[in-house]
C-alpha cells in the first residue's frame, strides 16, 4: 500500500526528518504537534489551557489538509510534563471532540521538544 504525505502551510513545520501527517489507505496518522505558532514557529506562551489550544488547531490544520476532521479521529497521544495538567488539557479536548469520543492515553513524560509542556498526535480512520 503506497504512503501519502500530508501537509499544510498553517501548521508549524516539522522540526526533524519527518512528516506533518502520512496517510496509508484510509488511515492517517499525524506526527506529534507542540504548542508551536505556525506564523512564528516559536512557543506559544500562556497557559497549559492556551498551549493545548494551539496544538488541536495545528492538529486540526493538518487533517483537513487530509480532507479529514476531528470525527474522523480514532485514537488521540497526549503527553504531558506535568500529569497536574491532565484536566485542563481534557477540558480543552472536549472543546474538540464529541461522543462517540476517540480512544486516547495520557503519558506523563520528562520532557518535550522545545520545552513544550504538551505534545498529541493523532490516528484517523475513514471509511
Known amino acids: 500500500m503506497s ?12 522540526i526533524g526528518p ?3 501527517a502520512v496517510q496509508v489507505g484510509g488511515t492517517i496518522y499525524t506526527s506529534g504537534q ?14 497549559i489551557d492556551a498551549q493545548a489550544r494551539r496544538v488541536f488547531e495545528n492538529l486540526r490544520a493538518v487533517i483537513e489538509a487530509a480532507g479529514a476532521g476531528f470525527a474522523d479521529v480514532a485514537r488521540v497521544g497526549i503527553y504531558l ?3 497536574s495538567n491532565f484536566a485542563a488539557v481534557n477540558a480543552v479536548m472536549a472543546e474538540y471532540f464529541q461522543q462517540p469520543y476517540p480512544a486516547r ?3 506523563g513524560v520528562a520532557a518535550l ?3 513544550a509542556e504538551v505534545e498529541i498526535d493523532l490516528v484517523l480512520v475513514r471509511g
Request: zero cysteines; a negative charge; aromatic letters at 2%.
Open 3 to 14: 504512503r501519502t504525505i500530508v501537509a499544510s502551510d498553517n501548521a508549524p513545520k516539522a
Open 81 to 83: 510534563t506535568d500529569l
Open 34 to 47: 507542540i504548542p508551536l505558532d505556525p506564523a512564528t514557529g516559536e512557543l506559544v506562551a500562556g497557559t
Open 113 to 115: 521538544p522545545r520545552g
Open 105 to 107: 492515553s495520557t503519558i
Open 18 to 20: 519527518y512528516s506533518q
